[in-house]
């Protein structure tokens, strides 16, 4: 081998074996990434590494009500120019509405300059009048809603056509993308049993009943639930509640760059699994 001059970059096949990776903005393939207070340092180093290869930001719980509000601003604003939507969690909506305070909610989300929220039933009940109302006062306002479908109580389960006509309604509403509940331990809940194993049936029946698939978000925290989705649904399945220090390894998986995923970019390799 003769090697006659340096070049700058990897070749391009070597980034991408798999051939399919979309640059940003995508329209499939999001990475959502849960931001569970970590500071403005350690964001800092996250966003230089590895933002061209996370679409969201989700600041969990309702951690974003605790910032001291520059720091808030300042995060949500250096994303921002990293072409990353930042949104508080669901949770802090559903305490919102609890307290009866949702208009609040919406002005000091508007005053921090988030660009979308996350209307979710995870630990409260919303009637779906209320759901579909929060949703469109969401859009009215100009944030991009993302919804979220399942219990965060440990043993929920996913009613598959529960689930299909939820994303269906949500969508009709505004949504963006509907997200599958896993919690951030991704164990016993929705899609994933006590173990954290992907319920494979369930999966099988829910990639069936939803037609849009590129605009369902499944949480999956850890790297084996990510590995069994993307065997499953392909590199573009949008994955959710991704670690902050597990953004570039996902990305490896995508590509076909770890050996967990080394077949993806084989075009039967998909059609295969799900047969």
């Known amino acids: 081998m ?3 001059s340096m070049n ?3 070749p391009a096949r070597l980034t991408d074996p798999t051939g399919l990776r ?3 903005p995508r329209a499939k393939g999001l990475t959502m990434v849960i931001d569970k207070g970590v500071g403005m340092h350690a964001y ?6 590895s933002g061209e290869y996370i679409d969201i930001i ?3 719980f309702g951690t974003s009500a605790l910032y001291p509000l520059g720091l808030l601003r300042d995060k949500v604003e250096l994303a921002s120019r990293h072409g990353i939507t930042v949104i508080p969690g669901g949770t802090l909506l559903e305490a919102a509405i609890k307290l009866d305070v ?3 909610f919406f002005r000091q989300a508007m005053a921090v300059g ?3 929220i996350e209307v979710s039933d995870g630990t409260i009940s919303l009637g779906r009048i209320d759901r579909d109302n929060l949703i469109r ?3 009215s306002l100009g944030f991009k809603v993302y919804t979220e479908y399942g219990k965060k109580l440990l043993g929920s389960r996913i009613d598959v056509e529960q689930f299909a006509a939820t994303a269906e309604r949500d969508w009709a509403c505004g949504a963006e993308l509907v997200t599958v509940e896993a919690r951030e331990s991704g164990v016993g809940v929705g899609l994933f049993d006590e173990r954290g194993n992907c319920r494979e049936q369930e999966l099988r029946f829910m990639a069936t009943a939803v037609p849009q698939l590129d605009r369902i978000m499944w949480e999956a925290p850890l790297k084996d639930q990510q590995v069994q989705l993307l065997k499953a649904l392909g590199s573009d399945v949008n994955l959710g509640n991704v670690s902050v220090l597990d953004v570039l390894s996902l990305e490896t998986m995508r590509r076909g760059l770890r050996s967990d995923t080394f077949e993806l970019h084989r075009p039967s390799f998909i059609a295969d699994y799900m047969i």
């Open 102 to 104: 949702v208009p609040a």
């Open 44 to 49: 800092t180093d996250l966003i230089q590494t």
């Open 22 to 24: 979309q640059a940003k």
């Open 58 to 60: 989700k600041l969990g």
């Open 114 to 116: 988030f660009h979308g």
């Open 8 to 10: 700058t970059e990897w």
């Open 137 to 139: 006062d969401g859009v």
């Open 2 to 4: 003769e090697i006659t």
